[in-house]
């Protein structure tokens, strides 16, 4: 069937928009696409050859399709006059200030994005969430449209986005799911199978799933809580294997064989991090209370606490372990992005290990292959000025005369380090704290690190 979209506009060129529609754009050659953004150095950064995010894939399927059916630009209005249907993929923060403080969604920037498209758009269009939103959003965007002057039916669509960064582009060639949410009327089933028609050029029909608007709208909230209590829970049994000599690894995979269970996502670690995770289970929380189930509010509400417990005791363990005086010790920091393969540092874990470790004074030789020094800086809030954080651009000139290395970001290339050479520029006795479980413990102690790791009997 022919399609019967012929434009498409993304506002939001973030790390959803960007590469969601660098993928439809590659799989739609005839569809042209207006990615716009206020933010114009993001908007000049998408357009040269240094994209404004690192993600594996995503500069030769930008350099495929920019200039061709894919353009970058802050021209917003023109782009929502054009466009057959229009992506709402801004920023969902959690709000800071009045009713819901530090819980709820602000939706400022998807009001903002409403009330643009209410204003331009000369007739009907698809519009549909991209952004995580809290349920009923949709009603809220109606309003914006029912309140405008040319009252025009856009039909609204919940189209929550479940790729993960550093996999982005694979999660967006073969999603497990594309999950589309629309009215059940007419128009809206209309406005679900036209934007299903999109998919589907590469996408089997039996991966799209099609409800009503509120299911979707929750649908993505619910998975990413689901997926953040499987970290925390794995977390909360590897303080239990420290203490009873079992290992969490051993544990991760012996239930995740069980096939009710699975093996994905039972990776101990210093806390996930990420800019959704925690504001995503805040917003569910918030949602809960509103709702009147405090209890169903305190459930999800422990999985943030057990995060930020395995946090706290992780950098306790690395203090404890020099006796409670860290200060003007050297330490190297190996990674800061908040995982592998992505130079985002949003809410990473390392922000809260390196806070706690210069609060007692530490010096941190920082390196991470992809993240900014700018980034890095921002997220400590100090600046170069500090001589107690120093950025360097190889792993090894973190080694010089430090009393312990950490590991905050699971990097492959931490793995291929000269862990023999490391050992002989450390200040004696060197420490090793493996915050993913991602080294060769044994090598390491046999070289003669004192090696501490995520739910491991440690043996020092
Ligand atoms: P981001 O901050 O990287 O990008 C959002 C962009 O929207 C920014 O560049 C900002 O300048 C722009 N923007 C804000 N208001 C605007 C306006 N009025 N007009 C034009 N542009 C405007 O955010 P992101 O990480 O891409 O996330 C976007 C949404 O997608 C969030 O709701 C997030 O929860 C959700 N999400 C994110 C991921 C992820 O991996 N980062 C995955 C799935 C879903
Ligand atoms: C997550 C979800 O996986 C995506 O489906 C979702 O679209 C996205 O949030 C979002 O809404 O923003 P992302 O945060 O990019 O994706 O990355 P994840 O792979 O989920 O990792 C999140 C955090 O959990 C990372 O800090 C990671 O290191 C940590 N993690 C993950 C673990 O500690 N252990 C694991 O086993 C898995």
Known sequence: MASKIHKIC???????????MAMIANKCPDIRIDVVDINEKRIAE????????????????????????????????????????????????????????HRAADLRYVESVSRTIAE?????????????????????????????ETQHHHEVLSNPEFLAEGTAISDLESPDRILIGGEQTPGGLEAINQLADIYNR?????????????????SKLVANA????????????????????????????????????????????????????????????????????PEAAQYWESVLQMN??????????????????ITDKVISILGFAFKKDTNDTRKSPAIDVCKRLLEEKATLLIYDPKVEPTKIYDALETDEENSNVVICSDPNQTFEKAQA??????????????????????????????????????????IGFKVRSIGKPNEA
């Open 226 to 293: 689901f997926l953040a209590q499987r970290v925390s829970s794995i977390n909360s049994i590897s303080a239990l294997c420290e203490k009873t000599g079992a290992d969490v690894d051993e544990v991760a995979k012996a239930i995740g064989a069980d096939s009710r269970i699975g093996p994905k996502f039972l990776n101990a670690s210093i806390g996930f991090g990420g800019s959704c995770f925690e504001k995503d289970i805040l917003n569910l929380v918030y949602l809960c209370e509103h709702f009147g189930l």
């Open 10 to 20: 993304c506002v939001g060129a973030g790390y959803v928009g960007g590469p969601t």
């Open 202 to 218: 590469w996408i089997p029909e039996e991966r799209i799933i099609k409800t009503n608007l509120w299911s979707s709208e929750l």
């Open 308 to 325: 930020d417990w395995q946090k706290q005791r992780f950098a306790d363990q690395i203090v404890d372990s020099f006796f409670n005086t």
């Open 405 to 446: 290395i950490v590991v905050l970001t699971e990097w492959d290339e931490f793995k291929d380090i000269d862990y023999e050479a490391a050992h002989q520029a450390m200040q004696k006795p060197a420490w090793i704290f493996d915050g993913r479980n991602v080294l060769d413990h044994k090598k390491l102690t046999g």
């Open 120 to 148: 331009n758009a000369e007739e009907p269009k698809i519009v549909v969430e991209k952004s995580t939103i809290p349920v009923r959003t949709a009603e809220a965007i109606r309003a914006v449209f029912d309140a405008s």
């Open 46 to 101: 998408w357009n040269s050859e240094i994209l404004p995010i690192y993600e594996p894939g995503l500069s030769d399927l930008v350099a495929e399709a920019r200039g061709r059916n894919l353009f970058f630009s802050t021209e917003t209005e023109r782009a929502i006059r054009e466009a057959d249907i229009i992506f709402i993929s801004v920023n969902t923060p959690t709000k800071t200030y009045g009713q819901g403080a």
